[in-house]
């Protein structure tokens, strides 16, 4: 919406017209903020619920089985590497957790890493330093006895 162009010694009009629009743009504005906000607080109520699959004395392994997806012969899961001690990327950015979207296939003993997330805090906390979706992620077997296999029987079931 624009004002009218101001006629000869008619400026009065011109600023109030720029008054009464602005406030229209502010309200848009403040309207679209409140979906992005109610957006992110629905998100958060979708918390993940990890659970421990194991450890070792450098790392725990967790699943998020509430956000479990199975799809025909596919199931996806998010898992959790929560470092003992800091990893560091680089001089300046320490890793406390990574959390990867992997894909299983339940036919074969394979799966495959769809999208990594790292996080400067444990349990997926802190500030996100890295998040990566893969464009054409490779298939890697499943080792018996490995936390894949373990994985694996917990989403596709025992086999």
Not at 82 to 93: G, P
Not at 103 to 122: K, S
Request: charged letters at 20%; proline letters at 5%; a positive charge.
């Amino acid at each position: 919406m624009e004002c009218p162009s101001p006629s000869h010694g008619d400026s009065m009009p011109q600023a109030w017209c720029r008054a009464m629009i602005r406030p229209a743009c502010s309200r848009r504005m403040v309207r679209q903020l409140f979906y992005v906000l109610a957006s992110f607080l629905l998100a958060g109520s979708v918390q993940a619920e990890w659970s421990l699959l194991g450890r070792s004395d450098t790392f725990r392994v967790y699943l998020d089985q509430k956000l479990m997806q199975r799809n025909g012969n596919f199931a996806q899961i998010w898992q959790l590497m929560d470092f003992t001690v800091a990893q560091w990327a680089d001089a300046r950015t320490a890793v406390g957790s990574v959390k990867n979207l992997l894909e299983y296939d339940c036919t074969v003993p394979r799966f495959r890493t769809l999208a990594a997330e790292a996080y400067t805090e444990q349990m997926a906390g802190g500030r996100l330093v890295a998040n990566e979706r893969l464009s054409d992620p490779q298939w890697e077997d499943v080792a018996p006895g490995s936390t894949p296999e373990k994985v694996r029987q917990i989403v596709c079931g025992k086999q």
